[in-house]
């Protein structure tokens, strides 16, 4: 029996060729694609496919939120996520998140099936120097600070940040002092830039 897979993946071109090398696998099915997170989940919720292969970095929903709601609502579709990002706080957060692999672009095609495979026969897939580097620098953040940081880095106002996610300009500000001072940084633009190349954001 061939094993259904969703790819999500933003670059169309790098969608193709994953489609085109997926295909050459004789028990891997590719069922789906999608170009943005939130057209990821809906399809997940569609086409109930055995594995998710997705990106991080996606408009919408990222691959890591997606990964998420898969677990939230009691999914049984199994996440591998493809990325160029080699960022122990990434591992991190995607291991939380219920993701079975965690894999680099520049892996081998080979690897990367028997990465699905092995996910969707319940392991683990996990590049093995990321997987020791995940658990050297834990992630300071909350998901609170984590939301208002990422606004705060995309250039909105308190005001703004407050009324995107429901609170009041006062909270949002500690919240933003508070995840300063545990990134040892003085301004909001310095923190989200940190947490960035930690891959906590």
């Given amino acids: 029996m061939s094993i259904s897979v969703l790819l999500a993946e933003d670059q169309r071109m790098v ?7 997926l295909s050459l696998e004789a028990d891997i099915d590719v069922v789906g694609t ?7 989940l809906r399809l997940v919720q ?10 991080i970095e996606m408009p919408g929903l990222s691959g890591l939120d ?12 199994r996440v591998v996520i493809l990325t160029t990002f080699a960022r ?3 591992l991190r957060r995607a291991l939380d998140a219920g993701v079975g692999g965690y894999l ?17 026969q319940g392991g683990r897939a996990v590049d093995p120097a990321l997987a ?13 600070e984590r939301q208002v940081l990422r606004l705060a880095g995309d250039g909105l106002s308190n005001a703004d940040i407050a009324s995107r ?5 006062g909270t949002v500000r500690n919240y933003l002092s508070e995840t300063m001072r545990k990134l040892g940084v003085t301004n909001r633009t310095a923190a989200a830039r940190l947490a960035r190349d930690r891959g906590w954001l």
């Fill in 34 to 40: 999608a170009t943005d997170g939130d057209e990821t």
């Fill in 104 to 120: 680099l672009k520049d892996a081998p095609s080979a690897t990367l099936a028997d990465a699905i495979r092995t996910v969707h």
């Fill in 132 to 144: 020791t580097e995940a658990w050297a620098e834990p992630d300071p953040l909350t998901d609170r």
């Fill in 165 to 169: 996610v429901h609170l009041s300009e």
């Fill in 66 to 77: 997606v990964a998420a709601e898969i677990r939230r609502r009691g999914l049984t579709t």
């Fill in 15 to 21: 969608l193709g060729a994953l489609g085109s090398l």
């Fill in 46 to 55: 569609t086409l109930h496919p055995d594995v998710l292969l997705t990106d």
């Fill in 88 to 90: 122990s706080g990434y």
